[in-house]
């Protein structure tokens, strides 16, 4: 019993406290990026969208603009919909069966659940980088010219270019120019396996790129080569990022979505979306104050 | 007892860990049954060693290349024993079977675990193992009834008055139609449900996200399969083909019925021929010397150092396509 009351008692210190070191981060971070974040229109809005799996409603009345060129942190506890939403806008989901948006979402004007628009189309301009590293089974080389032989370069040299300059955009040509076609993309460390999935997908020159929670499966060094290599990329992707890590949105995004699941229906929302020192410093609803400050998920 | 709950379990002598705990006997059991196994082949090996002795003495290495079979004695031919008719029949026959099954078996798989509603994967499933169940006498069976007749009219005839003036493989006489060709057909059916099998199941266990990378790249239900899943299991895929191609070569059952039981080299491979497991069921019951008996030992052991030497350089090149996979070229 006395234990439960100490951290009761320390519970209502330490709030203050965490919401001021993420404020500081996202402070920090805007200071940092100060001038280069661009002004820009909203790449992809989704309006009133909903989302099923079957009879179960896993998101529910999503409203949202992401801004272009821009990086959008998602967070929200396990279960809020975040990776639902994002694997929304490429069509992830269409292999599950029952699985079905409503609603408007938009990628530049054009409805991504248009009966008449090619989830393929939608998949080549929307780029997308996984939980854990999940490279073929193949050369490096041949890893990142994947997507570009599916778009049809067949040219040697073409494909060389486009190759290194992915991989020197994903901070990664370096560590493996010697070695493109000897080793296999399985055979880097989790670290470099991610860069090389990220050059794998920016290597069609996608226009946006998701993210779903990358550096979970990596180690704090990894990570952080992950988000200053996010922070490079910003220039010419629009990013979405799903992440569990408040410090990593902090740092990282330019936008802050918070989501959480309703209690009652159990679909998912957005309770909140501000940007990133705005709602790490004064967050406008209470829940995604007692969020960030660690009360609860 | 007292005294036994008390010991800490983890730091119990060598006795205790062996034999109160039950683990070395448990380990001393399934052991045994392991070098059983192991026993077993040796044994067979052995056996057709020893049994094949008075034919090994008399033809030697000759035996493989031999292409007479004569168990009787005539006015213009001695008694000898080649194997070669044989050797040359199970291969063939084989070779055919596992060409015809493996396309098919290999979309049957890619169909039921890629392509299939859900609703009628797993009825599907059931009726391709099915096809596994079914006795191989009955093949033999549907193989005389219903393949032959419909084979001659319909395939082999035709082929024969086209192609076969070209290839002699192909060439007339078709005759009944038993023979290699039909053979391998029939070999074919009964190794399909093993390569689907085998193939559905490696790519089952094929992790979603290699999928989900080609479909984010922008990939074609087709890409997907060809670029990300095929690749990725095809020392899998390997395995079960060359399970299906030693099925082929054992089966026996099914091959006395429909390959004609004629230890003949013809150039048509319509005509009738044997294989080595058809040509020792049905000549040793009937063997007419002793050194029959032990030439048709002979050609058993043939058969198993065929057999085994396949089955040596499947596993090499699974192991090395599993190694290899860098060179994926897609």
Redesign the interface.
């Known amino acids: 019993m006395s234990m439960q009351e100490g951290d009761t008692a320390m519970e209502q210190t330490r709030p203050m406290n965490l919401v001021g070191g993420i404020a500081a981060t996202a402070a920090r971070a805007r200071e940092r990026r100060a001038g280069s974040v661009q002004l820009t229109g909203p790449k992809i809005v989704a309006e009133h969208f909903n989302f099923y799996y079957g009879a179960f409603q896993a998101l529910a009345d999503i409203s949202l603009e992401f801004p272009a060129l821009q990086v959008v942190g998602i967070i929200g506890p396990s279960g809020c919909g975040k990776s639902t939403l994002l694997r929304a806008i490429n069509r992830m989901h269409d292999r599950t069966p029952g699985a079905r948006g409503e609603g408007r979402l938009t990628l530049d004007g054009q409805e991504i659940y248009a009966a008449a628009t090619d989830p393929i189309q939608i998949r080549r301009r929307v780029g997308m980088v996984f939980q854990r590293p999940n490279p073929f089974a193949s050369s490096i080389y041949a890893n990142v010219a994947y997507g570009l032989r599916l778009n049809g370069v067949r040219s040697r040299q073409q494909l060389d270019e486009r190759v290194e300059h992915a991989l020197r955009r994903a901070a990664l040509w370096d560590e493996v120019k010697d070695r493109l076609h000897r080793d296999s993309g399985t055979a880097l460390s989790g670290g470099q396996q991610q860069r090389l999935c990220i050059a794998r997908a920016i290597a069609t020159e996608p226009e946006v790129l998701l993210m779903d929670e990358p550096c979970s499966a990596l180690d704090p060094i990894a990570t952080l080569k992950i988000e200053e290599l996010i922070d490079q990329l910003r220039a010419q992707f629009t990013i979405v990022m799903v992440t569990h890590n408040m410090q990593q949105a902090a740092r990282v995004s330019d936008m802050t979505v918070f989501m959480l699941m309703d209690e009652k229906t159990r679909a998912g929302r957005v309770i909140e979306v501000a940007a990133t020192a705005q709602l790490f410093t004064s967050p406008g609803d209470a829940r995604t104050e007692a969020y960030i400050s660690g009360r609860f998920g | 007892m007292a005294t036994t709950s008390e010991r800490p379990v983890a730091l119990g002598n060598a006795w205790t860990r062996w034999f109160r705990h039950g683990d070395g006997l448990f380990a001393a059991i399934v052991a045994l049954f392991s070098v059983l196994v192991v026993g077993l082949v040796f044994a067979v090996g052995v056996v057709t060693y020893l049994g094949s002795a008075e034919a090994r003495a008399q033809f030697g290495a000759g035996f493989f290349t031999g292409i007479d079979w004569n168990p009787i004695e005539t006015s213009i031919q001695a008694v000898t024993f080649g194997a070669w008719p044989a050797v040359r029949g199970t291969l063939l026959t084989s070779l055919i079977a596992v060409t015809l099954a493996a396309p098919v078996g290999i979309g049957i798989g890619i169909y039921l675990s890629e392509l299939c509603p ?1 609703s009628i994967r797993q009825p599907l499933s059931f009726m391709v193992e099915l096809l596994a169940a079914i006795p191989s006498v009955i093949y033999g069976l549907w193989g005389v009834l219903v393949l032959l007749p419909f084979f001659t009219d319909v395939l082999a005839n035709p082929i024969a008055d086209s192609l076969g003036t070209i290839i002699p493989a192909l060439a007339q006489p078709v005759g009944t139609g038993r023979g290699i060709i039909a053979t391998g057909m029939i070999l074919a059916l009964m190794i399909l449900p093993t390569i689907s099998a085998i193939t559905r199941d490696v790519l089952a266990v094929v ?1 979603n ?12 239900r087709w ?1 997907v399969i060809w ?2 899943v095929l ?2 299991s095809r020392a899998g895929i390997v395995g079960g083909i060359m399970l299906g191609l030693g099925r082929a070569l054992g089966e026996t059952m099914a091959a006395v019925m429909i390959v004609g039981n004629t230890a003949r080299i013809s150039d048509s491979w319509f005509q009738p021929a044997t294989t080595a497991a058809s040509q020792i069921a049905s000549e040793l019951t009937n063997a007419t010397s002793p050194l029959h008996e032990s030439a048709l030992i002979y050609l058993a052991l043939t058969l198993f150092a065929i057999t085994l030497t396949l089955n040596l350089a499947a596993r090499i090149l699974v192991a090395q396509l599993s190694r290899g ?6």
Do not use: H, K
Request: charged share 20%; net charge positive.
């Open positions: 859900r992790p996200t290699q999928r989900e990378v080609m479909l984010a790249l922008g990939a074609t890409e670029g990300a690749p990725y996979a860098a060179s994926s070229r897609f």
